[in-house]
């Protein structure tokens, strides 16, 4: 059985400034990658490929409060704003 190969694309980024260019090929460097594959880790991780989806920000504050336990709040009850219309003719 032969094994699916995954498509790739391909871009062209024109007008890339000398010193944006510099500072990848030294970054590549860091990284022992060829200035194509940093290129490629870059933009990888600028969007998230590959990575595990952030966390919900109300999950990350039930996290690290919930050891404080909750408060209860009274709730109000609720009540008319004005009075109900009477729909009943002008005398």
């Known amino acids: 059985m032969a094994t699916a190969k995954k498509k790739s694309a391909s871009i062209l980024v024109r007008g890339l400034a000398p010193e944006v260019?510099?500072?990848?090929?030294?970054?590549?460097?860091?990284?022992g990658r060829?200035?194509?594959?940093?290129?490629?880790?870059?933009?990888?991780?600028?969007?998230?490929?590959?990575s595990e989806p952030k966390e919900h920000f109300f999950d990350w504050m039930?996290?690290?409060?919930?050891?404080?336990?909750?408060?209860?709040?009274?709730?109000?009850p609720r009540t008319a704003w004005r009075p109900p219309p009477t729909f009943e003719p002008d005398k």
């Open 62 to 76: 039930h996290r690290h409060f919930a050891k404080y336990g909750g408060i209860e709040l009274e709730i109000p």
């Open 21 to 31: 260019k510099r500072k990848l090929r030294v970054r590549a460097a860091e990284h």
């Open 34 to 50: 060829s200035l194509e594959a940093e290129a490629r880790a870059v933009l990888a991780d600028s969007v998230g490929a590959g």
